[in-house]
């Protein structure tokens, strides 16, 4: 009697014969199906789940496919997808810039009005709940060989104490020998100081604007050298004498991207841009960063001419909305520094790249206090720091900083599979060697987990995926035991301009990629990658998740605040985790905070630590987690 075959095995079995027949015709195509097939059989099995986890990729509509440059969790629950003008020139020069807002609880989406292109901006978390945007694109670069247009930095001088001047883009200056260059933004030139002196005399200082001009008329002859002064056309009389500009030179030189000096706040509850003071400097690539006070600090950058900014940092307040000089440092751009146990910055060495490769690479301590920076050693592959993703790593307490791979300066084809953690409890800190990743990897997206691991993914082991380096796994880190374990493999391939944000509900989402080429051979020009694929925890596979069922919405440092808790286990541990902004591998919010806890049947209560170091004021999702390891959903919690 022949064993009876389950219908759905049937199916396969029926299924495996075709196969047979197939492969006697077209054996390699036959093979590649079946593999293709089984894996998509395996990993949507209850025990691979349970073990792997699993990505979905997310059903976005057209109309909200987006270039996601940066991705930020509001307290709202939604996730604000920056775009600006998303790499794209065209969407530039046609100033259409966009911003998305996804409810990931309900996969509903919104087109947010973009005020400016905030492309490359830097973002952080405000006390009251609000997300600082700062930065973003004034001009984009172009390529050492296809210049058309000569151009550089002018000083613009104002000699007239009466009258100021605004100056609309395009405005042309001329050069003595009748050579025109026009202005790339519109600007306003206030009216010269007059001050009165203790002698009866005035004293009138000029007022002066940095801008970019480029010459109207393409070609080498447009080129000069030689320092000059510059009248203003359409300017007759003592205007013509008063208001000049002067430059250096103007060549042909590769021009890099150039920065903005707007900022603006985005208002999770009415879901809008609200513009605050400019910065002093416009910026490309800045950091932004949380300090123990809730001001922000904005570090680094491209200014507006393109240039790297040499070490001028300052400081939002959110109280007055205005922005203040900082301690003088240099970092290359988008530099990760963490808000370290006593107020300290850990800067990791993570960066993004523009600034040379001898200068401002080296972690270290910097006091704000006394602008001092104190070398942290014993990173391997330093030289490979580029494009390497950090984290604080969970508990915040623990004060132990990991940096993950990374790769060489610029359009270097070098990546390396380097790990190492940084120890700021020690008196001397230094980096020891971590677990290697299974290969060298740029891009790598490192995101914190209730349960105190990291979910590393993504990533490519060449320049911005050159060659089809994408890499399509994934692992978890376990801190405790310093290891990595597997996890599912993501469908989409993610390098350069792309994200990944842990949702309230435990999952992780990703975003973007915007890769060189889009074949091996590096002939075909990439595109960028509008998918979002979600991954799901093996927590998420398990029975009996707890739940916070009720409890505060606000809490004090210091203080302790009880939460009704529905869980069939013993709890193990609460946690506060801080909602992401990052972008280009850099994501200097998240940290996750350990809470005193003590449970009486139902109710806990937890205890906030009180060191605002650790605790910056601010928005927080409370995970409580249970013996098996399982989180529940987060409750939002405002720290005051």
Known sequence: ??????????????????????????????????????????????????????????????????????????????????????????????????????????????????????????????????????????????????????????????????????????????????????????????????????????????????????????????????????????????????????????????????????????????????????????????????????????????????QIINGKNEIFDPATKKWSPAPNRYFPTYPALFLTKGGDLFYSGSNAGYGPAEKGRKPGLWDLEDNTFRPVPGITDPDQLETSASVLLPPAQEQRVMVLGGGGVGESGKSTPRTAVADLTKKNPRFTAGPDLPQGTRYLSSVLMPDDTVFTTGGSEDYRGKSDSDIHGAQFYLPEKNAFEPAAAPVVGRNYHSEALLLPDGRVATFGSDPLYADPDNLQTGNFERRIEIYTPPYLYRDDRPAVTSGPSEAARGGTATFTVSSEKKLATARLMRPSAVTHTTDVEQRSVELGMERRGNRVALSVPEDPTLVPRGWYMLFVTDSAGTPSEAKWVHIT
């Open 1 to 306: 009697m022949r064993p009876l075959i389950p219908p759905r095995l049937r199916t396969t079995v029926l299924g495996a014969a075709a196969f047979l027949t197939l492969a006697g015709l077209n054996a390699p195509a036959a093979i590649s199906y079946a593999e293709r097939t089984y894996h998509a059989y395996k990993i949507d099995q209850p025990a691979y789940k349970a073990r792997f986890g699993h990505w979905d990729l997310l059903d976005v509509p057209e109309k909200y496919r987006v270039n996601s440059i940066h991705a930020a969790l509001l307290h709202t629950g939604k996730v604000l997808l920056i775009a600006g003008s998303g790499n794209d020139e065209e969407t530039f020069d046609a100033g259409t810039f966009d911003t998305v807002l996804w409810d990931p609880a309900k996969d509903t989406f919104e087109l947010i009005p973009t005020p400016e292109d905030l492309f490359c901006s830097g973002h952080a978390q405000l006390p009251g709940g609000k997300l600082l945007v700062a930065g973003g694109t004034a001009r984009y670069e172009v390529l050492e060989g296809e210049v058309e247009r000569a151009a550089g930095p002018m000083l613009v001088k104002n000699e007239d104490p009466d009258t100021p001047h605004t100056f609309r883009r395009g405005t042309v200056f001329r050069s003595p020998d009748g050579k025109e260059y026009r202005t790339t933004r519109t600007f306003t030139l206030p009216a010269a100081e007059k001050k009165q002196l203790e002698n009866g005399k005035v004293r009138v200082t000029a007022s002066e604007e940095r801008v970019f001009a480029e010459a109207v008329r393409k070609g080498k002859s447009q080129v000069t050298s030689r320092p000059a002064q510059y009248t203003v056309e359409g300017l007759t009389g003592r205007d013509r004498d008063n208001v000049y500009g002067l430059a250096q030179s103007m060549t042909l030189e590769k021009q890099d991207y150039q920065g903005i000096d707007a900022a603006f706040e985005f208002d999770p509850v009415a879901e809008r841009y609200l513009p605050v003071d400019p910065m002093d400097e416009a910026r490309w690539y800045p950091t932004l960063t949380t300090l123990k006070d809730g001001r922000v600090l904005a570090v680094s950058g491209l200014d507006d001419m393109g």
